[in-house]
Nanobody, 126 residues
Framework: HVQLVESGGGSAQPGGSLRLSCAPS????????MAWFRQSPRNEREAVAR???????KYADFVKGRFTVAKDNAKNAIYLQMNSLQPDDTAMYHC?????????????????????WGPGTQVTVS
């Protein structure tokens, strides 16, 4: 049974930084496409960044140059370093995982492309 748990959320001032972590359990294949999504009361859940087994990442335009996603294959964990935070970044951030056959994300970006989700960690920028 795969479970994802996020940590590292909290409060930051505009221009500040936070680092989120996601540690899956119950997944040992090391062929995951993993992603960060966020959801706020004003917006639907949206993709922030994704990363494949080989470390290749993709970012949403609204975080390019500010956020960096990294992966620790030994732990199947991913991280999201968030710099230059803005009030619009306030949201619940969720980690998501999709098992693949080859370790590549192959276009996975929508919420429905990921089968396992963490409960989320709140990020508030004010």
């Amino acid at each position: 049974h795969v479970q994802l748990v996020e940590s590292g959320g909290g409060s930051a001032q505009p221009g500040g930084s936070l680092r989120l972590s996601c540690a899956p359990s119950g997944y040992t294949a090391n062929l995951a496409c993993m992603a960060w999504f966020r959801q706020s009361p004003r917006n639907e859940r949206e993709a922030v960044a994704r990363i494949n087994t080989y470390g290749t990442a993709k970012y949403a335009d609204f975080v390019k140059g500010r956020f960096t996603v990294a992966k620790d294959n030994a732990k199947n964990a991913i991280y999201l370093q968030m710099n230059s935070l803005q009030p619009d970044d306030t949201a619940m951030y969720h980690c998501a995982l999709a098992h693949t056959q080859d370790g590549y994300c192959s276009g996975r970006w929508a919420e429905g492309d990921f089968g396992w989700w963490g409960p989320g960690t709140q990020v508030t920028v004010s």
